[in-house]
């Protein structure tokens, strides 16, 4: 652990503003104290002389040549120094600001901070890649339970990978928060990725709005993920194999599926429902039925034995859920989305949501977690049995792209409520959550603050930064000043899954990216390549007249 | 070998601030080179009182200064220069060169170097001598063999015009005599330059 490294880099000078700060001085010619490295000094705790890591927040010059050196660009001021006398190369020195992480503590497998300033005058060290490598991770690069997402951005590329800890964010959920084109989709491949390495075999759920994961399925082909007799399986339900079945909604999805509901029609719908309910066989009933159901809780029922079609309530009940459900392709009367077919170790299930009308996807959203919650809750404590289809005896991974979608912040949206259910009451239950967002403004500040491990990428937005800003406190200032500043591929991973936050380059991925920008010169382009003439003169040219028939009436018999 | 006087002690302006007058052609049998007291040199001024702790005061010398007494005597001369040398010598001796040298150490009777502010005090026609090699090289390093520039404070707090000059020498002398220590008076001299040559400059 105390490999004594060859040259110090800086020195002491003292605390900083801050307990946690400390700060050094370093001429640092070479560059090599950047932002967000990590440095350290020796100090002797209880008997052993430790490496005290911290990270580079702050650099400040407190040497410069004048500025009237650099009068002509032509002319290095080092050379005006020179010509002064001055012939030294010295000709900068820096202030730099370090916030103190600690030692880390194998017993604890955490950083344990010293809480004691460094001696003014000690000498200061980077980091070797050995010692990082080791203290950063969790878990071992390609150990069990280990996601392998890249290497630390302020050395070079692959000195020091960083894996993340897989228990760490599918029991305490984890949240992607990224710009558009800053490469989150991509991200979030390299963790599927992962999670369906051989060393972790995942039982993975993936709501795809834009049907950007469907390359995934190459995984299947590649040895890479193969180990032995295990090989992963993705499985892509399209929109039109989606299925929720009628019987499974909630009267709150019921609400919110139909629009403008009146406060009677509210009532008699709760009415109807519970009836439904209570009449049905096995739980299960259809569209007819809750049809049924409303029609014989209707109000005027009870003074006429017998339907009242007039009656305005139940009439525009009818018709709002049979146009909500009846003509929908996705709602049925018998068919569902089976757990068993959706969850299993080593799958990665992807439901490509996209033609899908938003409300309807948060309510496939909302009644798929309420189901997969409820499985997961009945199967830890023994209701279902083996044969049972929502026996769950595995924890499951749900990874929602365009999460604001589905947990607004300012809004109400059915799936809201079984998100922060699950959010908070999930760990127990092996639900873990992965929520993959845009605009964190957008999205319930909630929703946002229970997940335990985030992966931030570049955000410009100043509400967005802002909103990250109060929800996420295990992200230091001086990261979320990063922020803006990254570039595609470089995220702030920060939280339960890894000791310290980190600044990494995501890793390439495996599996080709299937979420990249259409590239319209180039469509353009091929529209008028030699190959493509003949196509374009058929796509172009004008109909051929035809004779018109008129029939005697002059109606148009045929064209 | 010791080396021969170079001059005497004419004259202080504090304690540590004397004046010494570079023996001139007559007044000794081997005048000293300028090249033996030039700007930065180290210099013993030996204590003539017998029984004192103190044997002699180390002195840097940081300025000179040329008398001549005909300077401004601009009318004609009577008797030219090749005369003069006959008739009255003495006239000739009138110019001196003076040394400002600053009392920045002692060596006591039993050989021990000391830098500071000496407690002892030269009086007028102590014999001034350039310090030898070994005794700079003794005056210098501490008990571990390192360099040390105990004085500095004292140059500096001189506030004299020539004091960045001054230091900058005596660390190129030391870098000399101190090899392996080269990089920590980089770092010394480095500090005196910057704020001497690169911050005036701006």
């Given at each position: 652990?105390?490999?004594?490294?060859?040259?110090?880099?800086?020195?002491?000078k003292?605390?900083?503003?801050?307990p946690?700060?400390?700060?050094?001085i370093?001429?640092?010619?070479?560059r090599?104290?950047?932002?967000?490295?990590?440095?350290?000094?020796?100090a002797?705790?209880?008997?052993?002389?430790?490496e005290?890591?911290g990270r580079?927040t702050?650099?400040?010059?407190?040497?410069?040549l004048p500025?009237?050196?650099?009068?002509?660009?032509?002319?290095?001021?080092?050379?005006?120094?020179a010509l002064?006398?001055?012939?030294?190369?010295?000709?900068?020195?820096?202030?730099?600001?370090v916030r103190?992480?600690?030692?880390?503590s194998?017993?604890?497998?955490?950083?344990i901070?010293?809480?004691?300033?460094p001696v003014?005058g000690?000498?200061?060290?980077?980091?070797?890649d050995?010692?990082?490598?080791?203290?950063?991770?969790?878990?071992p690069?390609g150990?069990?339970?280990?996601?392998?997402?890249g290497?630390?951005?302020?050395?070079p590329?692959?000195?020091?990978?960083?894996?993340?800890?897989?228990?760490?964010f599918?029991?305490?959920?984890?949240a992607?928060i990224?710009?558009?084109?800053?490469?989150?989709?991509?991200?979030?491949g390299?963790l599927?990725?992962?999670?369906?390495m051989?060393?972790?075999?995942?039982?993975?759920l993936?709501?795809?709005?834009h049907?950007?994961?469907?390359?995934?399925?190459?995984?299947?082909?590649?040895?890479?993920?193969?180990?032995?007799?295990y090989k992963?399986?993705?499985?892509?339900?399209?929109p039109?194999?989606l299925?929720?079945?009628?019987?499974?909604l909630?009267?709150?999805d019921?609400?919110?599926?139909?629009?403008?509901?009146s406060?009677?029609?509210?009532y008699?719908l709760?009415r109807?429902?519970?009836?439904?309910?209570?009449?049905?066989?096995?739980?299960?009933?259809?569209?007819?039925?809750?049809?049924?159901?409303v029609?014989?809780?209707?109000?005027?029922?009870?003074?006429s034995e017998?339907f009242?079609?007039?009656?305005?309530t139940?009439?525009a009940?009818?018709?709002r859920?049979?146009?909500a459900?009846?003509h929908?392709?996705?709602?049925?009367?018998?068919?569902?989305l089976?757990l068993?077919a959706?969850f299993?170790p080593g799958?990665?299930?992807?439901?490509q949501?996209?033609?899908i009308?938003?409300?309807?996807?948060?309510?496939?959203?909302a009644?798929?977690l309420?189901?997969v919650?409820?499985?997961?809750?009945?199967?830890a404590?023994?209701?279902?049995?083996?044969?049972?289809?929502?026996?769950l005896?595995?924890?499951?991974?749900?990874?929602l792209?365009?999460?604001?979608?589905?947990?607004?912040?300012?809004?109400?949206?059915v799936?809201?409520?079984?998100?922060?259910?699950i959010?908070s009451?999930g760990?127990?239950f092996?639900?873990?959550?992965?929520l993959?967002?845009?605009?964190?403004?957008?999205?319930?500040?909630d929703?946002?603050?229970?997940?335990?491990?985030?992966?931030i990428?570049?955000?410009?937005?100043?509400?967005?930064?802002?909103?990250?800003?109060?929800?996420?406190e295990s992200?230091?200032?001086?990261?979320?000043?990063?922020?803006?500043?990254?570039s595609?591929?470089?995220?702030?991973?920060?939280g339960?899954?890894?000791?310290?936050?980190?600044?990494i380059?995501?890793?390439r991925?495996?599996?080709?990216?299937?979420?990249?920008?259409l590239?319209?010169?180039?469509?353009?382009l091929q529209?008028?390549?030699?190959?493509?003439?003949?196509?374009?003169?058929?796509d172009?040219a004008l109909?051929v007249?035809?004779?018109?028939?008129?029939?005697?009436d002059?109606?148009?018999?045929?064209? | 070998?010791?080396?021969?006087?170079i001059?005497?002690?004419?004259?202080s302006?504090?304690h540590i601030?004397?004046?010494?007058?570079?023996?001139g052609?007559?007044?000794?049998l081997?005048?000293?080179?300028?090249?033996?007291y030039?700007?930065?040199?180290?210099?013993?001024?030996?204590?003539e009182?017998?029984g004192?702790?103190?044997?002699?005061?180390?002195?840097?010398?940081?300025n000179?200064?040329?008398?001549n007494?005909?300077f401004g005597?601009?009318?004609?001369?009577?008797?030219?220069r090749?005369?003069?040398?006959?008739f009255?010598?003495?006239?000739?001796a009138e110019?001196?060169?003076?040394?400002?040298v600053?009392?920045?150490?002692?060596?006591?009777?039993?050989?021990?170097?000391h830098?500071?502010?000496?407690a002892a005090?030269?009086?007028?026609?102590c014999?001034?001598?350039?310090l030898?090699?070994?005794?700079?090289?003794?005056?210098?390093?501490?008990?571990?063999?390192?360099?040390q520039l105990?004085?500095?404070?004292?140059?500096?707090?001189?506030n004299?015009?020539?004091?960045?000059?001054?230091?900058l020498a005596?660390i190129?002398?030391l870098?000399?005599?101190?090899?392996?220590?080269r990089?920590r008076?980089t770092?010394?001299?480095?500090?005196?330059?910057w704020?001497?040559?690169?911050?005036?400059a701006?």
């Amino acid at each position: 652990m105390n490999s004594q490294p060859v040259q110090p880099i800086g020195t002491v000078k003292g605390p900083g503003e801050t307990p946690n700060d400390y700060l050094l001085i370093a001429p640092d010619p070479e560059r090599r104290v950047k932002h967000g490295e990590f440095v350290y000094y020796l100090a002797l705790i209880e008997g052993e002389t430790r490496e005290i890591l911290g990270r580079v927040t702050g650099r400040r010059p407190v040497k410069l040549l004048p500025d009237s050196f650099l009068a002509d660009p032509g002319v290095p001021p080092a050379t005006v120094a020179a010509l002064l006398g001055y012939e030294s190369e010295a000709t900068e020195l820096f202030e730099i600001t370090v916030r103190v992480l600690g030692f880390h503590s194998a017993e604890m497998g955490d950083f344990i901070n010293p809480r004691v300033p460094p001696v003014g005058g000690a000498p200061v060290f980077i980091a070797t890649d050995a010692l990082l490598g080791q203290v950063l991770n969790k878990r071992p690069r390609g150990g069990r339970g280990s996601a392998f997402l890249g290497s630390l951005l302020s050395r070079p590329e692959d000195a020091v990978p960083i894996a993340l800890d897989v228990r760490g964010f599918t029991g305490t959920h984890l949240a992607v928060i990224a710009s558009t084109g800053s490469g989150k989709s991509y991200l979030a491949g390299v963790l599927l990725e992962e999670l369906l390495m051989p060393h972790n075999r995942a039982a993975i759920l993936v709501v795809d709005p834009h049907g950007e994961y469907s390359t995934l399925q190459e995984m299947m082909n590649l040895g890479e993920f193969s180990e032995g007799n295990y090989k992963p399986r993705v499985r892509i339900f399209r929109p039109d194999q989606l299925r929720v079945r009628i019987d499974s909604l909630t009267v709150g999805d019921l609400r919110y599926l139909l629009p403008n509901l009146s406060e009677k029609m509210h009532y008699q719908l709760g009415r109807a429902f519970n009836f439904a309910q209570r009449s049905a066989r096995n739980g299960h009933y259809t569209l007819e039925q809750l049809l049924y159901a409303v029609r014989q809780t209707a109000e005027s029922k009870k003074e006429s034995e017998g339907f009242d079609e007039d009656d305005p309530t139940t009439g525009a009940l009818v018709w709002r859920l049979q146009s909500a459900l009846g003509h929908s392709r996705i709602f049925h009367d018998f068919e569902n989305l089976e757990l068993e077919a959706l969850f299993k170790p080593g799958q990665c299930t992807i439901l490509q949501l996209n033609e899908i009308d938003r409300r309807d996807q948060q309510v496939i959203v909302a009644t798929l977690l309420r189901r997969v919650y409820q499985a997961r809750m009945d199967t830890a404590k023994g209701k279902l049995d083996r044969g049972d289809p929502s026996h769950l005896p595995y924890p499951v991974f749900c990874l929602l792209e365009e999460a604001h979608n589905y947990a607004p912040a300012n809004a109400d949206a059915v799936s809201s409520e079984v998100l922060k259910t699950i959010l908070s009451e999930g760990r127990k239950f092996g639900v873990g959550i992965g929520l993959i967002t845009q605009r964190p403004g957008k999205l319930d500040s909630d929703v946002l603050s229970q997940c335990m491990t985030q992966c931030i990428m570049r955000i410009t937005n100043p509400i967005d930064q802002n909103r990250i800003a109060e929800s996420i406190e295990s992200v230091g200032r001086d990261l979320l000043q990063e922020l803006p500043n990254l570039s595609k591929g470089q995220v702030v991973v920060s939280g339960a899954s890894v000791n310290t936050p980190v600044l990494i380059k995501v890793r390439r991925r495996i599996t080709p990216h299937g979420g990249q920008d259409l590239d319209a010169p180039a469509e353009w382009l091929q529209w008028f390549a030699q190959d493509r003439a003949a196509e374009q003169a058929r796509d172009q040219a004008l109909f051929v007249e035809k004779k018109i028939q008129y029939e005697d009436d002059g109606d148009v018999l045929w064209a | 070998m010791t080396h021969l006087p170079i001059g005497k002690i004419v004259k202080s302006n504090s304690h540590i601030d004397y004046v010494c007058q570079v023996f001139g052609q007559g007044e000794t049998l081997h005048p000293p080179a300028p090249s033996a007291y030039g700007f930065g040199s180290f210099v013993a001024v030996e204590l003539e009182t017998a029984g004192e702790p103190s044997r002699a005061l180390v002195g840097l010398v940081y300025n000179t200064l040329l008398m001549n007494p005909e300077f401004g005597a601009l009318g004609p001369r009577l008797s030219p220069r090749s005369e003069v040398e006959i008739f009255s010598p003495d006239y000739l001796a009138e110019t001196a060169t003076l040394l400002g040298v600053i009392a920045i150490g002692w060596l006591d009777v039993v050989g021990q170097v000391h830098q500071g502010v000496p407690a002892a005090v030269a009086t007028v026609n102590c014999l001034v001598r350039r310090l030898e090699r070994t005794e700079l090289l003794t005056f210098h390093a501490d008990d571990a063999g390192q360099p040390q520039l105990r004085y500095t404070p004292l140059l500096l707090a001189h506030n004299h015009a020539l004091v960045a000059p001054l230091l900058l020498a005596v660390i190129d002398q030391l870098g000399e005599l101190f090899p392996l220590s080269r990089r920590r008076l980089t770092v010394m001299r480095n500090n005196i330059a910057w704020k001497s040559i690169v911050q005036p400059a701006g």
